[in-house]
C-alpha cells in the first residue's frame, strides 16, 4: 500500500540521516577545513595521511565507539515478503530513475531566475563599495554589471572591537569586505591547544568565501581588533554573482593559458590560482606598458596582438628594439621577482593584454626570466 511504501522509505531515510549526521560529517567537516587551509597539490595523499593520523584521535574514537556496523543495502530473496513490492519494483528501476531525475533537476536549476537583494545606501556608500572591490581579487572576474548588482547587496555592518565576526566550524552566510578597522584571524589547531594567529585584516581585504565557494564550515575565527565598517555580501548573491563568474573566467581563460609554455607543466590548482588573478587590459597601438626604470608591480600576458621591447644600451643613441613578443609571451616578471627597476620599455602593437596582480606567487617564481 501507499502508507506501508512510504513508511519504508522513511524509515530508511532516517537510518541514512542518522549513519551521515554521526558517523560521515564528524569526518568530512575537520577534513574539509584541512584542505581548504593547507591547499595541497597532492590532495589524495593529504586526505590518505590526515585519515591515517586522525585513527587514534579522540574525535574518531568517539565516532567508532558503539558502531552497530553497516546496514546491507540489498534486498535478499528473503525479506523480499516483508518489502512493499512496489518499493521492489522502484529499485529495479533506480538507475534509471536516477539519471533522468539528474536531468530535470539540471534543466529546473537552470530556469530558477535569481533576484538580488537591493540595500539602500547614499551614493558615498556605493562608491567606498567600488573602490574597496577593485582591491579584492575574488571579484575581479565581474563585469561592470556584476559590479553593480554586488554593491546594491551589500549591506554596512558596524562591529565594534573585540566584537567576533566569524567564528571557526560555524556555518557561513556571508562574505566580508573591510572598509575600515582592523580584524584579526586566528585558527583552533586541535582541541587543546591555543588558537594559532594567522593574519590581521585590512581595509579593503576581503574575508568569508571559503565557506560559500566550498560550502564548508568556517575555517578560523575572525574577531575586531579595531572599530570596524564591514560590507556583507549574502550568500544568494555570492553564489549567483560572483562564484559563477568567477567560474565562467575560468573556463574562457583556461585554454588560453594552458597554451602559454610557462604554464605547460603546473599543476591545475596552480592554474586555478592564476585564473582567478587575472584581469584584462586592452592597450592600443603605441601605448606604452612598462618603462624602463620604473618600478614594477604587475606582470604581463599577452593573449592576441604584439608589443615590442626597447631598451637604453647607448646614452648617445635612440633606444634599441631587443624582444618582440606575440601571442603566449610573457614579460615584467623580472622587476617583481628581483625587486629591481624595470630593465625595459615595452611598447604595445594594438593587442589585448592579461596582468596577474599577485605575481610573487610559487608559479611565477618559477617562470624563466624574460624582460
Known amino acids: 500500500s501507499t502508507q506501508s511504501t512510504w ?21 568530512l567537516e575537520p577534513l574539509m577545513t584541512e584542505l581548504l587551509i593547507h591547499k595541497p597539490s597532492d590532495a589524495v595523499g593529504f586526505i590518505i595521511n590526515w585519515l591515517e593520523k586522525s585513527k587514534g584521535s579522540k574525535e574518531v574514537k568517539k565516532i567508532q565507539k558503539d558502531d552497530p556496523g553497516s546496514e546491507e543495502e540489498n534486498i535478499t530473496d528473503q525479506e523480499e515478503d516483508q518489502v512493499p ?12 530513475r536516477k539519471a533522468i531525475s539528474a536531468e530535470v533537476d539540471g534543466d529546473l536549476g537552470k530556469q530558477v531566475k ?11 556608500q556605493n562608491q567606498r563599495i567600488r573602490t574597496k572591490l577593485q582591491a579584492c581579487f575574488i571579484f575581479n572576474a565581474l563585469d561592470a554589471k556584476e559590479i553593480e548588482v554586488v554593491v546594491g547587496a551589500m549591506e554596512e555592518k558596524q562591529v565594534k572591537t573585540g566584537t567576533r565576526v566569524i567564528t571557526q566550524k560555524d556555518e557561513g552566510d556571508n562574505l566580508y569586505v573591510i572598509d575600515s578597522g582592523t580584524l ?3 585558527r583552533q589547531m586541535a582541541p587543546d591547544q591555543e588558537p594559532k594567529f594567522l593574519k590581521d585584516y585590512q581595509p579593503g581585504e576581503a574575508f568569508g568565501e571559503l565557506a560559500l565557494l566550498y560550502n564548508a564550515p568556517r575555517a578560523a575565527t575572525i ?12 550568500r544568494a548573491t555570492f553564489t549567483n554573482i560572483v562564484k559563477n563568474a568567477a567560474m565562467k573566467k575560468r573556463s574562457k581563460y583556461e585554454e588560453f593559458l594552458k597554451s602559454v609554455k610557462i604554464f605547460g607543466t603546473v599543476e591545475n590548482y596552480e592554474l ?6 587575472v584581469k584584462p587590459m586592452e592597450y592600443k597601438a603605441g601605448e606604452v606598458l612598462i618603462k624602463e626604470g620604473d618600478e614594477g608591480n604587475i606582470f604581463f600576458l599577452l593573449e592576441s596582438g604584439e608589443a ?3 631598451k637604453n644600451l647607448d646614452p648617445a643613441k635612440p633606444p634599441q628594439e631587443v624582444m618582440n613578443y606575440k601571442k603566449g609571451a610573457y614579460f615584467g616578471e623580472l622587476a617583481l621577482l628581483k625587486n629591481t627597476p624595470r630593465a625595459a620599455t615595452v611598447t604595445a602593437k594594438t593587442c589585448l593584454l592579461y596582468t596577474s596582480p599577485s605575481p610573487r606567487d610559487a608559479t611565477l617564481s618559477r617562470m624563466p626570466s624574460s624582460a
Open 223 to 234: 574577531t575586531a581588533k579595531t572599530d570596524c565598517i564591514l560590507w556583507s555580501l549574502d
Open 308 to 310: 615590442i621591447a626597447t
Open 7 to 27: 513508511d519504508y522509505y522513511k524509515s530508511k531515510m532516517d537510518n541514512h540521516s542518522e549513519y551521515l549526521k554521526g558517523k560521515v560529517n564528524p569526518l
Open 184 to 186: 584579526t584571524c586566528v
Open 85 to 96: 513490492e512496489s518499493v521492489i519494483a522502484k529499485k529495479r528501476i533506480s538507475s534509471t
Open 114 to 124: 535569481f533576484i538580488p537583494r537591493v540595500i539602500p545606501k547614499t551614493e558615498d
Open 272 to 277: 586555478m590560482k592564476v585564473m582567478d588573478a
